[in-house]
């Protein structure tokens, strides 16, 4: 890596980094013909976006972690601080339009993330030209 470094020019070693370069929009149809493991087969599935549900209460997780912040003493486990990631993965959810199976799929990260819009810069207002 050093000696292919050596022999760029300083063009090419400003413009080279480590770092992939950055996305400004992720825009994914609303429908996707993909396979689905229940049909066996290609079918339409609709595409969303995953949310987390609420967190349960009765979890077993949640219930150890109630009783042993109960009373005195104060905070008992660690509290995360250290955030370094800006972004998180995107999941998109599909699900068959035939059979209704859903299945998720994690894609790359980004900011900004829209399922099928259109969106195009410079749209035209409402009063037509640039200058009107």
Request: proline share 4%; with cysteine; aromatic share 8%.
């Amino acid at each position: 890596l050093f000696r292919s470094l050596k022999s760029c020019s300083s063009a090419e070693l400003r413009s080279w980094s480590g770092k992939a370069p950055a996305v400004a929009m992720v825009n994914i149809p609303k429908t996707r013909n993909t396979y689905c493991r229940k049909c066996k087969k290609h079918t339409p599935h609709k595409v969303s976006q995953y949310k987390t549900g609420k967190a349960s209460l009765s979890a077993q997780g949640k219930r150890r972690y109630d009783k042993k912040q109960a009373g005195f003493g104060g905070q008992t486990k660690p509290v995360f601080h250290k955030k370094a990631k800006t972004t998180k993965k995107i999941v998109l959810k599909f699900e068959c339009s035939k059979c209704k199976a859903k299945r998720m799929k994690p894609i790359k990260r980004t900011k900004h993330f829209e399922l099928g819009t259109d969106s195009k810069k410079g749209s035209k207002n409402e009063y037509g030209g640039k200058y009107r």
